[in-house]
């Protein structure tokens, strides 16, 4: 018995030695998974080609010099009051020029060997002009980026309204007079034009009045007020309303238009002639 036991603890003995000696198997590498960076956004506010103007919010940070950072407003007078340099005219200047002006503050004043300025505007209240009449989101909008137009701003203010002009009245200031201008934007953006695209100053207005309307009523199919057209002509607008009833005829016709004076006059048309804004046109019942 004992010898039986003696040749069972020998041979589990072996066994395990024979589990150890075999060499382990070497691990498959593991791939390497890149690291993607995600990509950071533009810094809100970091508008280099803006001017900036009074009341404008900005932050100025001087590289390795956190005790010059400084949040502070343009005051009206268009200055700001800076450490070290005291109160600099920043309004006027565009982001990087604000820059320059201060880094060559602190170099002139041997207060930095070499600055590197940074001028973050947090916010715009110095530039703006105003969108009103007949666009989806009349109001005054900053001018955030040198050269914007007026259909760049027109744009930001939603377009023009479906009651709105297609002519649009620009005022303004330009070299210290008032300035005033029509522009007609179909027209604008035509092959054959060479109109300009205005550049929006500060303190500009952009109005859209209401579009042109021309009015008729009595014997027509669907009478009412109808938006008038380019160069609209009494028989397109008669057609705008459905045409004549059975009843209606064109001899009774007459068109009533205000003078300039205020006066109504009454007219009778060609169906060749041309409708003007606010003109009412009449269509009488004819008698037999």
Do not use: W
Not at 170 to 177: A, C, K, P, S, V
Not at 186 to 206: E, M, R, Y
Not at 244 to 272: F, I, N, S, Y
Request: some cysteine; hydrophobic content about 40%.
């Amino acid at each position: 018995m004992r010898t039986l036991i003696r040749i069972m603890t020998m041979a589990c003995t072996f066994a395990l030695a024979s589990v150890h000696a075999q060499p382990a198997r070497p691990q498959a590498p593991q791939p390497v998974q890149p690291q993607v960076q995600p990509q950071q956004p533009p810094a809100p506010g970091e508008r280099r080609d803006y001017n900036l103007g009074p009341g404008d919010a900005i932050r100025i940070a001087v590289y390795q010099n956190p005790d010059l950072t400084l949040e502070t407003r343009i005051s009206e007078s268009g200055f700001i009051s800076y450490p070290l340099l005291g109160r600099v005219q920043l309004a006027g200047l565009r982001v990087d020029q604000a820059e320059k002006t201060l880094a060559d503050g602190l170099l002139r004043g041997n207060f930095i060997k070499n600055p590197q300025v940074t001028v973050i505007v947090l916010q715009v209240r110095g530039n703006q002009a105003s969108v009103l009449g007949q666009v989806n989101r009349p109001g005054r909008y900053p001018l955030e980026a040198a050269g914007l137009k007026l259909s760049d701003v027109i744009a930001i203010a939603g377009g023009i309204a479906p009651a709105g002009s297609d002519v649009v009245t620009l005022t303004g200031t330009r070299n210290g007079r008032a300035f005033r201008q029509e522009l007609d934007l179909p027209l604008l953006f035509s092959a054959q034009s060479t109109a300009d695209n205005p550049v929006i100053q500060d303190g500009d207005v952009i109005y859209v009045d209401r579009v042109p309307t021309v009015y008729i009523y009595g014997e027509v199919q669907r009478p009412g007020a109808f938006r008038l057209e380019r160069d609209m002509s009494v028989m397109q607008a008669l057609a705008m309303g459905g045409g004549l009833t059975q009843r209606g005829t064109e001899k009774g016709m007459r068109v009533h238009r205000r003078g300039p004076d205020g006066k109504v006059a009454v007219l009778q048309p060609a169906m060749d002639d041309k409708v003007r804004n606010g003109d009412v046109i009449y269509v009488r019942e004819s008698l037999f």
